[in-house]
């Protein structure tokens, strides 16, 4: 068995205090709200409580809304330069506050110390890559038709931003959702998953402490549907920023367009195909395959989830793949040696259950795994499943969690063909060592982004986003920050 790894007390005891007293962020004041209603926050590697989170009422909520709303004027006036430097000081507050808030996200989420460590990281850049971006707002002159004329392009803030955000990255994808709405000049009120409160919470807490005005950003938790609907109708609200799943997704887009026709940004389920040809380098492919399924124990929307493998190395893909699936050690996150971390929630393993059921009845072999591990918490088994068919619900439905269908394959169109089958397009993967293959991929697969060769596909100043059912618009780079900003037309006679 591991041992546990040596933690620094300090950190540790500090991330501990958060969670007894867990708090909502409105109008500059962290409070309780006004209701006694409230919700544990669990250790998914226990089930234990944590704290409890306390839920906002409706006058919470307009509070939280009525202060986005007072605070966007005079935030979307402040030089984009001090606003650079605002976010620049909170990017530097977190990494002081970095190890401390790496526990936290471990504590709450589950997962392995090392990769809070490196999410929490990718959250801090994402704020200092935002800080920067906030003095490059340009808009452009166009030239006039005739004398006495200028006509220009100018580029605003949209408004007060309502925005939701999941639990399997509690601090990367609220990041990018906080930081780009204030680089643009937006405020917000952010609601992230009830599951994992306390890193939001720390990203909060830094941008307060570095100095933002009072309900410029405003933190709120509660039952999810009614705190989307509270804040969708709300006329302050003018975009939603949503993460999740496509599902909730089109029904939060379908109310934002009958609320007053509101901007949306929406980044929803995926399914990831990857394709293996024959030329790829099998063993280094197979180990950053293994990787990508199983990082946060598969909770990774942009994870590869659905292997193709082309016939002449399909074989030996995957013994080499249920080899390096049956080394990975199941425990917590904060246990040295481990190559998986718990689920998040006790929702997911019987969804795991679930799938491993159907691709059993539909004829899949069971290579590995397949069931709940044994100790307490929401361990479940790191799982790999060959010979299913296209329409077994693991290889049509994101699985979300720690199972990999491997599927063989003849040629190019046929695994291009299949991978495009399903309704998602949010990243996929090919591995080839051909220059004409991954060209022909890199035209004909349907993603928002797509890796050749790698799974880097996730950083601050590159988009983040999908197509078909895996949503629409961007965050991350220049288009995440074009998302919060409205073009404005002047032509100015003279």
Not at 299 to 321: D, L, P
Not at 326 to 350: C, E, H, K, Y
């Amino acid at each position: 068995m591991p041992h546990e790894e040596p933690i620094d007390n300090i950190p540790m005891a500090a991330a501990s205090a958060r969670f007894g007293a867990l708090r909502m962020l409105i109008a500059g004041e962290w409070v309780a709200g006004s209701t006694d209603i409230s919700e544990d926050v669990l250790d998914p590697s226990t089930g234990l409580s944590l704290g409890r989170l306390p839920h906002a009422s409706q006058a919470d909520l307009q509070r939280s809304v009525d202060a986005a709303d007072a605070a966007f004027a005079s935030w979307a006036r402040t030089p984009a330069i001090e606003r650079c430097r605002l976010l620049q000081q909170a990017a530097r507050l977190m990494r002081e506050r970095h190890e401390m808030i790496s526990h936290v996200l471990v504590l709450e989420q589950g997962k392995p110390l090392a990769e809070a460590r490196g999410e929490v990281i990718g959250a801090i850049e994402i704020f200092e890559w935002y800080a920067e971006e906030a003095r490059r707002l340009y808009g452009r002159v166009i030239p006039p038709r005739q004398p006495g004329t200028r006509h220009m392009v100018t580029r605003d803030a949209v408004g007060p931003v309502a925005a939701f955000t999941p639990w399997n990255f509690p601090a990367l994808t609220p990041a990018r959702k906080i930081a780009g709405a204030l680089a643009a000049g937006c405020t917000c009120v952010i609601k992230p998953a009830e599951e994992t409160p306390a890193t939001a919470m720390e990203l909060a807490r830094a941008c307060v402490d570095a100095g933002l005005p009072a309900g410029v950003l405003n933190l709120v938790f509660g039952v999810p549907a009614e705190v989307s609907d509270f804040l969708i109708r709300a006329p302050q609200i003018r975009k939603i920023s949503f993460t999740g799943s496509t599902a909730v997704g089109m029904q939060l887009a379908a109310a934002a367009a009958l609320n007053g026709a509101k901007r949306c940004t929406m980044e929803l389920g995926g399914h990831a195909p990857v394709i293996v040809f024959d030329d790829a380098d099998l063993e280094a492919t197979v180990k950053l395959c293994v990787t990508s399924r199983f990082r946060n124990a598969g909770q990774v929307c942009v994870a590869g989830s659905r292997f193709y493998v082309q016939q002449g190395i399909y074989a030996r893909f995957v013994e080499r793949f249920v080899e390096l699936t049956r080394s990975l050690v199941l425990g917590s996150g904060f246990t040295a040696g481990i190559g998986m971390g718990p689920l998040a929630n006790p929702r997911r393993l019987q969804a795991m259950a679930g799938f491993v059921s159907d691709s059993l009845e539909r004829g899949g072999r069971l290579a590995t795994g397949g069931r709940q591990g044994d100790s307490a918490g929401f361990f479940w088994e790191p799982t790999v499943v060959t010979g299913l068919p296209d329409d077994a619900r693991a290889m049509r439905e994101e699985t979300f969690g720690p199972i990999a269908p491997i599927s063989v394959f003849s040629t190019a169109d046929e695994a291009v063909q299949r991978a495009n089958s399903v309704p998602f397009g949010l990243a996929g993967y090919a591995f080839t060592r051909s220059a004409s293959t991954a060209m022909a991929v890199s035209e004909t697969l349907q993603v928002g982004m797509l890796g050749i060769n790698t799974l880097g596909v996730s950083l601050a100043e590159a988009p983040f986003g999908g197509v078909k059912q895996s949503g629409y618009g961007s965050e991350g780079g220049c288009e995440g920050l074009d998302a919060y900003l409205s073009t404005k037309f002047v032509a100015h006679a003279m």
